[in-house]
Protein backbone atom coordinates (compact mmCIF):
# COMPACT_ATOMS: atom_id res chain seq x y z
CA UNK A 1 0.00 0.00 0.00
CA UNK A 2 1.35 3.29 -0.62
CA UNK A 3 1.99 5.52 2.16
CA UNK A 4 1.94 9.08 2.94
CA UNK A 5 3.31 11.03 5.62
CA UNK A 6 1.12 12.85 8.36
CA UNK A 7 1.56 16.01 6.39
CA UNK A 8 -0.21 13.82 3.37
CA UNK A 9 2.71 13.85 1.30
CA UNK A 10 2.98 10.30 -1.56
CA UNK A 11 6.18 8.42 -0.32
CA UNK A 12 6.93 6.47 -3.18
CA UNK A 13 9.31 7.64 -5.64
CA UNK A 14 9.27 7.01 -9.15
CA UNK A 15 6.47 7.88 -12.36
CA UNK A 16 3.28 6.04 -12.21
CA UNK A 17 2.35 4.52 -16.18
CA UNK A 18 -0.26 7.16 -17.18
CA UNK A 19 -3.19 4.87 -19.08
CA UNK A 20 -6.34 6.68 -20.68
CA UNK A 21 -9.43 4.08 -21.82
CA UNK A 22 -10.61 5.33 -25.12
CA UNK A 23 -14.13 3.30 -26.98
CA UNK A 24 -17.42 3.96 -28.12
CA UNK A 25 -19.55 6.04 -25.50
CA UNK A 26 -21.88 3.01 -24.54
CA UNK A 27 -18.73 0.28 -24.39
CA UNK A 28 -18.48 0.47 -20.48
CA UNK A 29 -15.23 1.89 -20.04
CA UNK A 30 -16.62 3.54 -17.13
CA UNK A 31 -17.93 0.49 -15.93
CA UNK A 32 -14.72 -1.52 -16.02
CA UNK A 33 -13.11 1.65 -14.13
CA UNK A 34 -15.30 1.83 -11.60
CA UNK A 35 -14.85 -1.96 -11.15
CA UNK A 36 -11.03 -1.52 -10.85
CA UNK A 37 -11.38 1.47 -8.29
CA UNK A 38 -13.64 -0.63 -6.08
CA UNK A 39 -11.47 -3.41 -5.57
CA UNK A 40 -8.53 -1.71 -5.22
CA UNK A 41 -6.51 0.17 -2.90
CA UNK A 42 -6.31 3.65 -4.37
CA UNK A 43 -3.35 6.73 -3.56
CA UNK A 44 -3.21 10.26 -4.81
CA UNK A 45 -6.53 10.40 -6.25
CA UNK A 46 -8.41 13.01 -8.42
CA UNK A 47 -11.85 12.80 -9.25
CA UNK A 48 -15.06 10.55 -9.15
CA UNK A 49 -16.18 7.65 -11.97
CA UNK A 50 -19.22 10.37 -13.56
CA UNK A 51 -19.55 12.74 -16.66
CA UNK A 52 -16.91 14.93 -15.54
CA UNK A 53 -12.66 14.01 -16.22
CA UNK A 54 -11.63 11.32 -13.50
CA UNK A 55 -7.88 10.28 -12.92
CA UNK A 56 -7.08 7.97 -10.37
CA UNK A 57 -4.12 5.81 -8.89
CA UNK A 58 -4.48 1.90 -7.80
CA UNK A 59 -1.81 -0.13 -6.01
CA UNK A 60 -1.77 -3.66 -7.65
CA UNK A 61 -2.34 -6.30 -4.11
CA UNK A 62 -1.59 -3.36 -2.00
CA UNK A 63 2.25 -3.46 -3.89
CA UNK A 64 2.90 0.24 -4.05
CA UNK A 65 5.93 -0.94 -6.82
CA UNK A 66 3.09 -1.90 -9.34
CA UNK A 67 0.91 1.36 -9.28
CA UNK A 68 -1.18 2.43 -12.08
CA UNK A 69 -2.65 6.11 -13.25
CA UNK A 70 -6.37 5.92 -15.26
CA UNK A 71 -7.47 8.67 -16.60
CA UNK A 72 -11.67 8.54 -17.29
CA UNK A 73 -12.67 10.50 -20.42
CA UNK A 74 -16.66 11.86 -20.64
CA UNK A 75 -19.38 11.02 -22.77
CA UNK A 76 -20.35 14.82 -23.47
CA UNK A 77 -19.80 17.53 -26.33
CA UNK A 78 -16.38 17.57 -25.60
CA UNK A 79 -15.91 13.86 -25.95
CA UNK A 80 -13.57 13.84 -28.91
CA UNK A 81 -11.28 16.56 -27.79
CA UNK A 82 -10.44 14.93 -24.45
CA UNK A 83 -9.88 11.38 -26.33
CA UNK A 84 -7.24 13.47 -28.06
CA UNK A 85 -6.05 15.31 -25.42
CA UNK A 86 -5.94 11.47 -23.03
CA UNK A 87 -4.22 9.65 -25.93
CA UNK A 88 -1.13 12.27 -26.06
CA UNK A 89 -0.14 12.06 -22.55
CA UNK A 90 -0.76 7.83 -21.45
CA UNK A 91 1.50 5.23 -21.57
CA UNK A 92 -0.97 3.02 -22.42
CA UNK A 93 -4.42 3.60 -24.27
CA UNK A 94 -7.06 1.10 -23.55
CA UNK A 95 -9.22 0.53 -26.69
CA UNK A 96 -12.90 -1.11 -25.26
CA UNK A 97 -15.03 -2.39 -27.73
CA UNK A 98 -18.01 -4.04 -26.51
CA UNK A 99 -18.50 -7.93 -27.29
CA UNK A 100 -22.16 -7.82 -28.12
CA UNK A 101 -22.00 -4.63 -30.34
CA UNK A 102 -18.41 -4.85 -32.04
CA UNK A 103 -16.42 -2.01 -33.86
CA UNK A 104 -18.40 1.36 -34.25
CA UNK A 105 -17.84 5.12 -35.75
CA UNK A 106 -16.31 6.32 -32.34
CA UNK A 107 -14.37 2.84 -31.67
CA UNK A 108 -12.80 3.47 -35.30
CA UNK A 109 -12.12 7.17 -34.01
CA UNK A 110 -10.11 5.96 -31.21
CA UNK A 111 -8.53 3.62 -33.45
CA UNK A 112 -7.07 6.64 -35.35
CA UNK A 113 -6.16 8.49 -32.09
CA UNK A 114 -4.35 5.60 -31.11
CA UNK A 115 -2.43 5.32 -34.18
CA UNK A 116 -1.19 8.53 -34.06
CA UNK A 117 -0.18 8.17 -30.54
CA UNK A 118 2.87 7.30 -28.93
CA UNK A 119 0.95 5.64 -26.42
CA UNK A 120 1.44 1.71 -26.37
CA UNK A 121 -2.08 0.20 -26.83
CA UNK A 122 -3.85 -2.68 -25.52
CA UNK A 123 -7.43 -3.82 -26.73
CA UNK A 124 -10.29 -4.66 -24.41
CA UNK A 125 -13.12 -6.60 -25.37
CA UNK A 126 -15.87 -5.74 -22.44
CA UNK A 127 -19.37 -7.44 -22.09
CA UNK A 128 -17.81 -10.98 -22.59
CA UNK A 129 -20.40 -12.64 -19.89
CA UNK A 130 -23.31 -12.11 -22.60
CA UNK A 131 -24.26 -14.79 -25.03
CA UNK A 132 -24.18 -15.13 -28.85
CA UNK A 133 -20.78 -12.81 -29.26
CA UNK A 134 -18.25 -13.35 -31.78
CA UNK A 135 -14.81 -12.27 -30.91
CA UNK A 136 -12.96 -13.50 -33.64
CA UNK A 137 -15.02 -11.39 -35.68
CA UNK A 138 -14.65 -8.25 -33.56
CA UNK A 139 -10.46 -8.96 -33.66
CA UNK A 140 -11.21 -9.13 -37.41
CA UNK A 141 -12.55 -5.84 -37.76
CA UNK A 142 -10.20 -3.83 -35.24
CA UNK A 143 -7.06 -6.01 -37.46
CA UNK A 144 -9.10 -4.32 -40.35
CA UNK A 145 -8.99 -0.79 -39.07
CA UNK A 146 -5.14 -0.98 -38.81
CA UNK A 147 -4.53 -2.42 -35.18
CA UNK A 148 -2.71 -5.69 -35.88
CA UNK A 149 -3.97 -8.14 -32.89
CA UNK A 150 -3.07 -10.82 -31.44
CA UNK A 151 -4.52 -14.11 -33.06
CA UNK A 152 -4.37 -11.73 -36.65
CA UNK A 153 -0.96 -11.46 -37.56
CA UNK A 154 -0.27 -8.65 -34.74
CA UNK A 155 1.30 -8.10 -31.66
CA UNK A 156 -1.13 -5.84 -30.18
CA UNK A 157 -2.48 -7.83 -27.16
CA UNK A 158 -6.03 -8.30 -26.65
CA UNK A 159 -7.85 -8.61 -23.59
CA UNK A 160 -11.34 -10.24 -22.66
CA UNK A 161 -13.00 -8.72 -19.70
CA UNK A 162 -16.90 -8.68 -17.62
CA UNK A 163 -16.90 -4.76 -16.11
CA UNK A 164 -19.91 -6.01 -14.79
CA UNK A 165 -18.78 -9.47 -13.21
CA UNK A 166 -14.94 -8.42 -12.75
CA UNK A 167 -13.68 -11.47 -15.06
CA UNK A 168 -10.81 -10.88 -16.96
CA UNK A 169 -9.94 -7.58 -14.90
CA UNK A 170 -6.93 -9.18 -13.02
CA UNK A 171 -5.05 -10.13 -16.11
CA UNK A 172 -6.02 -6.95 -17.30
CA UNK A 173 -3.91 -4.91 -14.43
CA UNK A 174 -1.70 -7.42 -14.39
CA UNK A 175 -1.08 -6.35 -18.37
CA UNK A 176 -0.86 -3.14 -18.05
CA UNK A 177 2.23 -3.19 -15.92
CA UNK A 178 3.86 -6.13 -17.52
CA UNK A 179 3.88 -3.56 -20.84
CA UNK A 180 4.80 -0.94 -19.10
CA UNK A 181 7.39 -2.82 -17.94
CA UNK A 182 8.64 -4.25 -21.58
CA UNK A 183 7.91 -1.39 -23.05
CA UNK A 184 8.81 1.44 -20.53
CA UNK A 185 7.41 4.65 -19.77
CA UNK A 186 7.17 7.82 -22.58
CA UNK A 187 10.21 9.45 -22.24
CA UNK A 188 9.33 13.06 -21.51
CA UNK A 189 12.34 14.91 -22.05
CA UNK A 190 14.26 17.03 -19.92
CA UNK A 191 13.32 19.31 -17.46
CA UNK A 192 14.62 22.97 -18.52
CA UNK A 193 16.36 25.02 -15.63
CA UNK A 194 14.48 26.42 -13.20
CA UNK A 195 11.62 23.85 -13.60
CA UNK A 196 11.00 20.92 -11.12
CA UNK A 197 7.81 19.47 -12.48
CA UNK A 198 5.76 19.42 -15.58
CA UNK A 199 1.70 18.64 -15.69
CA UNK A 200 -1.17 18.30 -18.36
CA UNK A 201 -4.54 19.61 -17.06
CA UNK A 202 -7.11 17.43 -18.03
CA UNK A 203 -10.03 19.99 -16.86
CA UNK A 204 -10.77 23.39 -15.71
CA UNK A 205 -13.90 24.00 -13.81
CA UNK A 206 -14.88 27.16 -11.56
CA UNK A 207 -16.60 25.82 -8.57
CA UNK A 208 -19.12 27.80 -6.48
CA UNK A 209 -16.86 27.42 -3.26
CA UNK A 210 -13.67 26.88 -4.16
CA UNK A 211 -13.11 29.12 -7.29
CA UNK A 212 -11.06 27.70 -10.19
CA UNK A 213 -9.95 24.39 -9.87
CA UNK A 214 -8.07 22.56 -12.36
CA UNK A 215 -7.40 18.73 -12.58
CA UNK A 216 -4.04 17.91 -13.91
CA UNK A 217 -1.74 14.92 -14.16
CA UNK A 218 2.25 15.12 -13.43
CA UNK A 219 3.88 13.41 -15.94
CA UNK A 220 7.70 14.55 -14.60
CA UNK A 221 8.43 15.52 -11.18
CA UNK A 222 6.31 16.12 -8.32
CA UNK A 223 4.02 19.08 -7.19
CA UNK A 224 3.61 20.03 -3.20
CA UNK A 225 1.40 22.82 -2.14
CA UNK A 226 2.63 26.26 -1.90
CA UNK A 227 4.63 25.33 -5.41
CA UNK A 228 5.05 28.04 -8.22
CA UNK A 229 3.09 27.28 -11.12
CA UNK A 230 3.76 28.54 -14.47
CA UNK A 231 0.73 28.31 -17.32
CA UNK A 232 0.12 30.11 -20.98
CA UNK A 233 -3.32 31.64 -21.10
CA UNK A 234 -3.82 33.85 -24.64
CA UNK A 235 0.13 33.39 -25.40
CA UNK A 236 1.10 35.00 -21.98
CA UNK A 237 3.02 33.31 -19.23
CA UNK A 238 1.50 33.52 -15.90
CA UNK A 239 2.73 32.66 -13.11
CA UNK A 240 1.00 31.74 -9.40
CA UNK A 241 1.38 29.76 -6.37
CA UNK A 242 -0.75 26.46 -5.32
CA UNK A 243 -2.70 27.37 -2.90
CA UNK A 244 -4.35 23.54 -1.70
CA UNK A 245 -4.42 20.12 -4.14
CA UNK A 246 -7.42 18.22 -3.13
CA UNK A 247 -9.37 14.82 -3.57
CA UNK A 248 -12.66 15.58 -5.64
CA UNK A 249 -14.38 14.24 -1.84
CA UNK A 250 -12.76 17.25 -0.89
CA UNK A 251 -9.60 15.88 1.23
CA UNK A 252 -6.58 18.38 1.56
CA UNK A 253 -3.38 16.74 0.57
CA UNK A 254 0.33 18.34 0.49
CA UNK A 255 2.33 16.39 -2.34
CA UNK A 256 1.27 14.53 -5.80
CA UNK A 257 3.67 12.28 -6.88
CA UNK A 258 5.38 11.95 -10.27
CA UNK A 259 2.02 9.89 -12.83
CA UNK A 260 0.12 10.69 -10.54
CA UNK A 261 -2.82 13.54 -10.84
CA UNK A 262 -5.27 15.96 -8.40
CA UNK A 263 -7.15 18.95 -8.28
CA UNK A 264 -5.19 22.43 -7.50
CA UNK A 265 -6.60 25.32 -6.02
CA UNK A 266 -5.91 29.22 -5.82
CA UNK A 267 -5.05 29.69 -9.78
CA UNK A 268 -6.82 33.23 -10.76
CA UNK A 269 -7.71 31.49 -14.24
CA UNK A 270 -9.00 28.99 -15.61
CA UNK A 271 -5.97 26.64 -17.51
CA UNK A 272 -7.54 26.09 -20.97
CA UNK A 273 -7.57 22.35 -21.41
CA UNK A 274 -4.52 20.40 -22.75
CA UNK A 275 -2.31 22.68 -21.69
CA UNK A 276 1.23 21.50 -20.33
CA UNK A 277 2.08 23.62 -17.18
CA UNK A 278 5.39 23.94 -15.14
CA UNK A 279 6.44 23.86 -11.75
CA UNK A 280 9.16 26.16 -11.18
CA UNK A 281 11.74 26.20 -8.36
CA UNK A 282 10.89 29.91 -7.80
CA UNK A 283 8.58 33.20 -8.65
CA UNK A 284 10.66 33.77 -11.83
CA UNK A 285 9.44 34.02 -15.42
Known amino acids: MVKSDKKGKICVPGRVPIVAILGHVDHGKTTILDYIRKAHVQSCEAGGITQKISVFTISLNNDSSKRITFIDTPGHEAFDLMRSRGGSIADIVLLVVAANDGVKPQTIESIEIIKKSLAKPI???NKVDLPDIDITKIKRDITNEGLQVEGMGGNIPVVEVSGKT???ISELLELITLVSQVEGLQERGNLEEGVVAKAFVLESIKDKTRGNVSTL?????DLCKGSWLGYKKEGKMNIEKVKGIVTEEGENICDLSCGCGGKILGISNL?????EVYILKENNP
Open 271 to 275: IPLGS
Open 217 to 221: VLSSG
Open 166 to 168: GKG
Open 123 to 125: VVI
